[in-house]
């Protein structure tokens, strides 16, 4: 059974700091990777999708890297902003069938200014 | 703009209450799927749908049940409210795919069952 965990459950950082958040799932066998950012009360919005056929994946400040034969994937983030605090998720196929997927319990980071 | 929209953002009911969380997509995807969050224990799916009409129990459907009469709309039934259904309700869609395509999520409903 597919597991994720991420650690550490929370993180502060003062602003300006580059940061790596982590994530490792148990079953190396996935199709692909995805990192969320949910901010206090809201749902949760998609920032970056890996392939399990990429090793990274860039969007703006934020770069996904992912390794599957070690089963962990990591969020670096670039010179931090308090805008940036909110929970990081990570998600992976949990099943055979193509759409569900399994949740790590988050990483909540907070950007001191 | 890829826009999921769940009808209510908070919402307090009564214990045996039948309630109805409503979940409207305007992508035109094919998959949508309820969770529910709480402190401790993550996101936990109770149910997802593929197509019109098509269900699949997730990892906890006790309690609950879904309806998905048109290809933009899902709705999350609670037959007879308790207390313990006391959370955060998140709605999601997402692409057919072989492969998994990233999921659109809503703002959520805070439910409250007294």
């Known amino acids: 059974k597919q597991e994720v965990t991420q650690i550490p459950a929370a993180l502060s950082v003062p602003e300006g700091e580059n940061l790596v958040l982590n994530c490792s799932f148990t079953d190396s066998a996935i199709y692909n990777l995805q990192w969320f950012r949910q901010d206090p009360g809201k749902g949760l919005t998609s920032l970056l999708l890996i392939q399990s056929s990429q090793r990274e994946q860039t969007s703006g400040r934020l770069n996904a890297s992912l390794d599957k034969s070690s089963g962990r994937s990591t969020l670096y983030i670039a010179a931090s902003q308090p805008g940036d605090s909110a929970t990081y998720l990570c998600?992976?196929?949990?099943?055979?069938?193509?759409?569900?997927?399994?949740f790590g319990s988050g990483t909540r980071l907070s950007i001191r200014p | 703009d890829v826009k999921v929209t769940q009808s209510s953002r908070y919402l307090v009911k009564r214990t045996g209450e039948k309630v109805f969380l409503e979940c409207v997509q305007d992508?035109?995807?094919?998959?949508m799927f309820w969770y529910r969050q709480d402190p401790g224990l993550g996101l936990r799916l109770i149910y997802f749908s593929y197509d019109v009409k098509m269900k699949e129990k997730g990892d906890i459907p006790e309690g609950y049940s879904v309806s998905r009469e048109k290809k933009e709309r899902f709705s999350l039934i609670l037959e007879s409210a308790s207390t313990n259904q006391t959370s955060m309700y998140l709605c999601?869609?997402?692409?057919?795919?072989?492969?998994?395509?990233?999921?659109?999520f809503g703002d959520g409903t805070r439910l409250s069952i007294l």
């Open positions: 998600a992976v196929p949990g099943y055979s069938s193509a759409s569900k997927i399994i």
């Open positions: 992508m035109d995807h094919e998959n």
């Open positions: 999601a869609s997402s692409s057919q795919g072989r492969v998994n395509q990233p999921q659109h």
